[in-house]
């Protein structure tokens, strides 16, 4: 299987499983709140292996590590070599449209409620890392793209000129200064997790893995030794989690277990041609679904909790995670396809200016 469509096939479950996440949250959220392993047994006795593999991976934090691995892969396989082609593309397909979206956000929260929110202009200044703005939570993961603007700049920097051992030694000075950021001798105007400086590593992990053949090879290359190896990591990352001191290493170790044995899995599976274009076409619709979910989905599944979930409550507590899971399956692979649709054309009508 061709790397691009394991990529490809690591955003869709990603992506989902964000969505998922900022709908119904997670007891088992392995990111902020320690999840003793007896709370996780219990949890399981309580009620079945399907719903506690289903709240464990929406409590995965690693997943947003995913993205920023993803990214940075992906520009370095697709970059040709021009800064200024680079830095249009950015800006007409990426930049511009999530600033449309987030009007689009505002817009729907009006006429669903009648609050108008002006959050939006903040989404203007990612660009520039100003998470800290107070946005509504119509627009919460913009905290991405946040993060994502500002590799984007230094991309092209990052991406030239460098030996893998210079490149290497780049990535250790900002895992210091990452490290200086956790334990507070450098400020920060967000939480760690929302950092610029603390999730760079995640992107930079990506741009290494397409500049170096044998890193590449060995991770979208089908073995058993190396999905082990994966879970082994990400386990390790989970340990030491709640370390302050280790903190910045530890989701580096998370999102990379995680990417590698998503990688894994995809090349076990042996996803024929015809699942392929299927999958490309949800592909193709995530970064709409990302933007808008929670000024759209949100609103309607929380409307629908509101009237529904009680009454299904009355019978068992499995018919409501059946419900959740549905409902944000059902409205996820809606919104891709019609979300691929849509950046088609707009990506068709953008390219007069690229």
Known sequence: M?????????IVV??????YYHHTGSFLYIGRNYIPITDLLNFLNEHGWVHTLAEIFQGVSAIVGLFFINSGYGLSKRFNGSIREFYKK??????????LCAVICSAIVFIIDGRMIFSYWSSFLPVFGFYEFHRDAALLQYWFLANIFVY???????????????YLLILLVVFLFGELTAIGIIPSF??????TIFRLPEFMLGIFIARNASIEKLIFKKSARTLFAGLIIF???????YNRYLHLFVYFLSSIGIYVVLAQLFLFIQID????????KLRAGTFTLYLLHLASMKYLFDLLCKDVRPFLELYNTYIP???DVLFVVAGSLLFMFAGGIVEKRYNTMMQRFV
Do not use: Q, W
């Not at 691009?4 to 690591?10: L, T």
């Not at 984007?152 to 210079?166: G, H, M, Q, V, W």
């Not at 041609?273 to 490309?280: D, G, Q, S, T, V």
């Open 2 to 10: 061709k790397t691009s469509n394991i990529s490809d096939c690591i």
């Open 14 to 19: 990603a992506i989902m499983g964000v969505v």
């Open 90 to 99: 950015r800006f007409f397909k990426i930049y511009l449209y999530a600033a």
């Open 190 to 195: 967000t939480t760690l997790y929302h950092s």
């Open 321 to 323: 995670f059946m419900f």
């Open 273 to 280: 041609k015809e699942k392929m274009r299927l999958i490309k």
């Open 235 to 241: 386990l390790c990352g989970y340990v030491f989690l």
């Open 152 to 166: 984007y700049l230094i991309f092209p920097f990052l991406y030239f000129k460098y030996s893998n051992r210079k």
